[in-house]
């Protein structure tokens, strides 16, 4: 919902002149953005699988939604290596976090967060 939020104002605020050049770093650096949070959106389902079902109740087709879409973006975007070397990555990187934290704080933080998306991954 924010997101939607943040691309309506986006859109409807005035660009300001910039180069050919320009305009490719930012292309760039959008594109780059969204895969990175595809990425994440992979690490963060895996982490709720595995370690917040004994937390809450978890509703494993729209996690298993989430994670299947943008398991196929990246692959058509990065090709099936990188993206499967992506995400292998940010398991570890997410592994570490719950590890950090521990799964009640962390698993916590992601119901918080999805719940402020309107995101329904957990059911209670």
């Avoid at 595995?50 to 989430?66: F, P």
């Avoid at 990187?93 to 309107?118: H, K, M, P, Y």
Wanted: hydrophobic share 45%; with cysteine; aromatic share 4%.
């Amino acid at each position: 919902m924010r997101r939607a939020l943040l691309a309506a104002l986006l859109a409807a605020a005035p660009l300001p002149a910039v180069s050919a050049e320009d305009a490719t770093d930012a292309t760039a650096s959008k594109r780059a953005a969204t895969l990175d949070g595809l990425v994440r959106i992979v690490g963060a389902q895996a982490g709720i699988v595995l370690y917040c079902r004994t937390l809450y109740s978890v509703d494993d087709a729209v996690s298993d939604g989430l994670s299947r879409t943008a398991r196929r973006a990246l692959e058509t975007t990065m090709g099936h290596h990188r993206a499967e070397t992506a995400i292998a990555a940010e398991g570890r990187r997410v592994a570490d976090e719950i590890a950090s934290v521990g799964a009640d704080q962390w698993c916590a933080d992601q119901r918080d967060i999805l719940n402020t998306d309107g995101v329904r991954v957990f059911v209670d």
